[in-house]
């Protein structure tokens, strides 16, 4: 069983910076692809980024391109995102996942298994 526990969300002002943190346990998390989604208020989950077992390959969403950096530390199994020039429709509550090849995934469905998620506000 997996479980995946972020942190790091809060409010912050447009143009501002956070950087969530996931904390995964289970399965061979370190063997893994992993990424993030958010889901905004009304709307549908949203593919964030993936990035692949050794960190070697990632995929970002169109809007986050430039904006977010994920990074992985296999030995801690701990995930990070850093969101700069934040933007008021990043607001969402953001959810750390895993998907169950090393391959990084394109896409909410490439993903098994997600935490409990955190709450990113971004004010204008």
């Known amino acids: 069983q997996v479980q995946l526990v972020e942190s790091g969300g809060g409010v912050v002002q447009a143009g501002g910076s956070l950087r969530l943190s996931c904390a995964a346990s289970?399965?061979?998390?370190?063997?893994?692809?992993m990424g993030w989604i958010r889901q905004a208020p009304g709307k549908e989950r949203e593919f964030v980024v993936s990035?692949?077992?050794?960190?070697?390959?990632?995929y970002y969403g169109d809007s986050m391109k430039g904006r977010f950096t994920i990074s992985r530390d296999n030995a801690k199994n701990m995930v990070y995102l850093q969101m700069n020039s934040l933007k008021p429709e990043d607001t969402a509550v953001y959810y750390c996942?895993?998907?169950?090849?090393?391959?990084?995934?394109?896409?909410?469905?490439?993903?098994?298994?997600w935490g409990q998620g955190t709450q990113v506000t971004v004010s204008s």
């Open positions: 996942a895993t998907a169950p090849g090393r391959t990084a995934v394109v896409g909410v469905r490439g993903f098994d298994y």
């Open positions: 990035v692949s077992w050794n960190g070697d390959n990632t």
């Open positions: 289970g399965r061979t998390v370190s063997a893994s692809a």
